[in-house]
């Protein structure tokens, strides 16, 4: 079965920390550029991060640029979206996606 499954994630004070795991199965992620996105109520999904399959070539948006991480274990074929200095504005379900092929969300909610 072809399908991206999400792990991680979950609730941490503000200056925390989370990771977002994403592992596919069925296909080879490595010999895709991933994307990531976070959506909260009533607002447009959000862009935040592309990592594409060579080394070096990954794009931040703004308001993630500098705390975020995105990486690749393709061993493992899985990706993976490290999280420090997490503010309540970062607070939002997050989505991986490689082409058509999108992860389930994930919740991530920052609050003291």
């Known amino acids: 079965q072809v399908q991206l499954v999400q792990s991680g994630g979950g609730t941490v004070q503000p200056g925390g920390s989370l990771r977002v795991s994403c592992a596919a199965s069925?296909?080879?992620?490595?010999?895709?550029?991933i994307n990531w996105y976070r959506q909260t109520p009533g607002k447009e999904r959000e862009w935040i991060a592309t990592?594409?399959?060579?080394?070096?070539?990954?794009r931040y948006a703004d308001s993630v640029k500098g705390r975020f991480t995105v990486s690749r274990d393709n061993a493992s074929n899985m990706v993976y979206m490290q999280m420090n200095g997490l503010k309540p504005e970062d607070t939002a379900v997050y989505y991986c996606?490689?082409?058509?092929?999108w992860g389930q969300g994930t919740q991530v909610t920052v609050s003291s």
């Open positions: 990592m594409g399959t060579a080394a070096g070539r990954t």
């Open positions: 069925g296909f080879t992620l490595s010999t895709y550029n």
């Open positions: 996606r490689a082409n058509e092929y």
